[in-house]
């Protein structure tokens, strides 16, 4: 007799995605309470766009291949491929390109929603992650871009870190563009493989970028990458430039100027801050963390930037001709909870619900009216949602740290007092039903 094959379905997920526990979501939910409070404090209008495009809306991140599989998720609908949005701003152009006549100029959005991205996960970075994105579009004034920077730092803070546990990196993307002048290099193809080598830097360190920048390099797991084929001396060129530490391009000149205006100085100058994405024409910036973040097993980890942005001008004429310089900044928000998880002195209150025992169910009334009554005082609250004897109710409340039980039963019920147990104590006390609430609420 053969032996049935095992058709169950893995409980296992795919890598680069995560189940969200509720205390990294209470995390989440009050950082993106604060993004709210800050976007509406500097009058940014609120955005949603649908988490699927046309591919070719966002199609300066697919290959030239038949399937564009790779970077993006992707299938075709008839006779055209849909992607899952692979960042915020390719939608962003397309709503202003669609909607020019109509939105103001500049138009001053912000966005939070999900993307995806089809590439090799890592710490903290996943195939599927919540994103902030706030923009302004219609506008070449660098006091957008300072503002950006002015506005993610109040942000962080508000969120519970200090000036010191993070840094704005800036740069520009002309410093790039005149290097590629000076070692001629002229092909976009090229110069987008030099670019994202070179945003690695941070992550990989000089010698691993220099490989990605010369024939090409193998990773830890066996997998190349082809590099960008430059000469010795050309990479050489490369490293010397963005080693250096003072800003020599006009706009840099002109933003310092800005923050100086602004009071801001939590920024460094880093020409080594790239930004692989090759719509960016002018200033870019990067978010970094300055504090140690460890992986699952407790290892220091290279943690990188949880975001970014700058300056691009011609991304909208992508879908026309439209006169819509742009500005805009990125957060990763997982990769920020992430982080911001580790930092023992950031807590949140998880509300666990006072749990009400069941003794009898035809006394089921009796206990609808003491939850309705708990409910009412904003005391979460619940009747417990099985059937089981005593002991396994309890086991239930201990299981989800609920911090008292309602035990109420034939003789509490006549006796119009139901006894509340304390269960970090154990303390029991018997409570009359009207006074109930305002004892509870002395130990939640």
């Not at 032996?3 to 009050?30: A, I, M, Y």
């Not at 706009?251 to 205006?261: C, M, R």
């Amino acid at each position: 007799m053969t032996k049935e094959k095992n058709n169950k379905p893995s409980k296992e997920l795919p890598l680069g995605f995560v189940d969200r526990q509720e205390k990294e979501l209470l995390v989440r939910d009050f950082i993106i309470s604060n993004i709210k409070e800050v976007m509406i404090k500097y009058g940014f209008q609120y955005l949603e766009t649908p988490s699927f495009e046309y591919s070719d809306s966002i199609g300066k991140f697919l290959p030239d291949k038949d399937r564009p599989d790779e970077g993006v998720f992707s299938f075709k609908d008839e006779n055209k491929w849909l992607s899952l949005r692979y960042d915020l701003t390719a939608p962003l152009a397309r709503y202003v390109a669609k909607n020019y006549l109509e939105i103001p100029k500049p138009f001053k959005r912000y966005q939070l929603g999900t993307v995806w991205r089809n590439e090799k996960p890592g710490p903290g970075r996943f195939r599927e992650f919540l994103q902030f994105d706030a923009d302004f579009v219609g506008t070449k004034s660098l006091q957008a871009d300072a503002e950006l920077c002015v506005m993610i730092s109040e942000i962080l803070e508000k969120c519970g870190l200090s000036k010191s546990e993070y840094t704005i990196k800036i740069s520009s993307r002309k410093i790039t563009e005149e290097l590629f002048e000076k070692i001629n290099v002229k092909d976009n193809q090229q110069k987008l493989t030099v670019l994202r080598a070179l945003d690695k830097i941070d992550r990989l360190g000089w010698d691993a970028v220099k490989e990605l920048l010369g024939a090409g390099r193998k990773d830890k797991s066996g997998d190349f990458t082809k590099g960008a084929k430059l000469k010795i001396k050309d990479i050489e060129t490369i490293e010397e430039t963005l080693k250096k530490k003072l800003p020599e391009t006009q706009d840099l000149v002109e933003i310092l100027k800005i923050f100086k205006d602004y009071n801001f100085n939590n920024f460094e100058f880093d020409p080594s801050v790239i930004r692989g994405l090759e719509y960016y024409t002018g200033v870019i910036f990067e978010v970094s963390l300055s504090f140690d973040v460890t992986n699952t097993k407790g290892q220091v980890i290279q943690f990188g930037s949880i975001g970014g942005g700058g300056r691009y001008d011609n991304l909208v004429n992508n879908f026309g001709k439209f006169d819509s310089p742009a500005t805009g900044i990125s957060i990763g928000i997982d990769r920020l909870v992430y982080a911001i998880m580790q930092k023992k002195e950031f807590k949140v209150k998880q509300s666990k619900p006072v749990v009400i025992c069941v003794f009898d169910k035809n006394s089921m009334k009796e206990y609808i009216n003491v939850q309705t009554l708990l409910r009412k005082s904003g005391i979460s609250t619940e009747i417990y949602p099985g059937e089981s004897k005593l002991k396994k109710q309890m086991e239930y409340a201990n299981k989800i740290n609920s911090p008292a039980v309602i035990l109420y039963g034939e003789d509490e019920i006549k006796s119009g007092k139901p006894t509340l147990r304390i269960l970090s104590s154990g303390k029991e006390q018997s409570i009359r039903i009207n006074e109930l609430a305002n004892e509870i609420k002395k130990i939640i």
